[in-house]
């Protein structure tokens, strides 16, 4: 009862309803040119009073700095003394800022009480969502909130629809195999598989294709867990254990409603996967992902699931890898020397690359390093760019499916038929400093030359 006497003077005479979504006020909005950079964040944050009745304005001001920063996360933490504020930016963490630890607990039941969750479960994770209504767009936050050593842990994702409104030209791709993609996708039916870890873009690849397939003549439909960006002219769906609406499930009953083009979210499961490879070979074009480490494993992956081999086969078009690196800063990168043994190296590379790749526009190498200016964060890099590799159907996959073979005999059938691995498409983008050698190697592992250069000196 003293607690609430003794707050209830900031209670405001009208209070709005704050579940659900925030609406970025005036005074924040104010703020926006110095929320664009992690500096600025600090130094608005260390301005602003940590009172209980502020916690509403605080989670304005993180969500302003995120999206001013580019973050794909906020991650907001409590240790034994305070509470820490980190923004996940190109795929890494930077810290932002400290709060008291006497104030964390009021913006985390702000964050509870947006997004729908209860405030008197501590000991078990939940999961919700919000909007956050900026002056120009909504943007959806996915919130999921965990117990801790010192109390809960809060992870904001940041679906910001920008990000996924991008052609297929802007996804990245070699002209090469911009060209295999876009015959693929007016195919009328097969299946393409996007592969690779979370956070390596898969969702923006196939929602790019999703994009490049959606008109008024066809039905485009999915099934997704859970549903991260609305899309338009699209029909999405997602599952829900709860009510046994799973992947499979959700599938079958897909399949009655007349789908031109299906994205299966992920194929987890025999049932899911033999669904789908149905649903290709009965006249749908069909995109899902699996979590495999290459193209090649992908055939694999699915005769694990045990996946009839004669299936896979007929039904399997495309397989696409991917990963992220950070691009280089254009503001203020800078070119380095190439030494020749770099040199040779690069120009065996090049000259290995399969005849459909334009060498040409490779020859004319152009190494950069970071450096670091306010731009970027001081990072060096702003930005990241997808490295892909792509497993097309050949004359004799299904010989070598039914043979039940495993990733390194795939893997090397497609590379004596021209497959370039991700490690060589992010070369060649190292090659035309959009990144560097670091990024690619931190994704792919340590850089592998074409054995007659690869131990000159």
């Not at 097969?190 to 790019?208: A, D, R």
């Not at 990168?333 to 040409?360: C, F, G, I």
Request: with cysteine; aromatic share 6%; net charge negative.
């Amino acid at each position: 009862m003293e607690y609430a006497l003794g707050h209830y003077r900031y209670v405001s005479k009208e209070t709005e309803k704050i579940t659900g979504n925030v609406k970025i006020g005036q005074r924040i909005s104010e703020l926006s040119a110095s929320l664009t950079s992690i500096a600025g964040a600090k130094e608005v944050l260390s301005h602003e009073e940590l009172a209980p009745h502020k916690a509403g304005d605080i989670l304005e001001i993180i969500a302003h700095a995120a999206m001013g920063t580019r973050a794909s996360d906020i991650h907001i933490e409590p240790s034994e003394h305070d509470g820490k504020l980190r923004f996940r930016i190109d795929g890494n963490l930077h810290d932002i800022f400290v709060f008291p630890k006497e104030f964390y607990p009021y913006l985390l039941t702000r964050i509870k009480l947006l997004s729908n969750l209860k405030l008197n479960v501590t000991k078990e994770a939940q999961d919700g969502r919000f909007t956050i209504r900026f002056p120009q767009k909504d943007v959806e936050v996915r919130v999921a909130i965990a117990p801790a050593q010192f109390g809960e842990v809060a992870v904001m994702r940041l679906l910001d629809p920008d990000a996924i409104k991008i052609t297929l030209p802007q996804l990245g791709l070699r002209e090469d195999d911009l060209a295999i993609i876009n015959v693929e996708l007016n195919r009328p039916n097969g299946m393409i598989l996007n592969t690779g870890p979370t956070g390596s873009g898969k969702t923006t690849t196939l929602y790019t294709f999703l994009g490049a397939k959606a008109s008024p003549e066809e039905k485009v439909i999915t099934i997704e867990d859970p549903i991260e960006y609305r899309l338009e002219g699209i029909e999405q769906t997602q599952i829900n254990a709860a009510t046994g609406y799973t992947f499979a499930n959700g599938l079958r009953s897909i399949m009655r409603q007349d789908p031109d083009t299906i994205l299966v979210g992920e194929i987890r499961d025999q049932e899911t996967a033999e669904i789908a490879i149905q649903a290709a070979l009965t006249g749908h074009l069909v995109f899902s992902t699996l979590h495999t480490n290459s193209a090649a494993g992908a055939i694999p992956r699915l005769l694990d699931l045990d996946v009839k081999p004669q299936s896979i086969g007929p039904a399997l078009t495309l397989v696409i890898a991917q990963r992220l690196v950070r691009r280089l800063c254009t503001e203020c990168k800078t070119p380095v020397q190439l030494d020749a043994d770099l040199a040779k190296k690069l120009t065996a590379l090049v000259d290995s690359l399969p005849a459909r790749v334009n060498k040409a526009a490779y020859k004319d190498t152009a190494l950069f390093a970071p450096v670091g200016c306010d731009a970027c964060n001081n990072t060096g890099y702003k930005g990241r760019v997808a490295i892909y590799e792509l497993f097309t159907k050949q004359p004799g996959l299904e010989d070598l499916i039914a043979s039940v073979a495993g990733e390194e005999t795939f893997l090397k059938f497609a590379r004596e038929r021209g497959m370039t691995t991700m490690q060589e498409d992010g070369i060649l983008k190292v090659a035309t400093g959009i990144t560097t050698f670091a990024e690619v190697e931190g994704v792919t592992g340590p850089i592998v030359w074409p054995m007659n250069v690869s131990n000159e000196k």
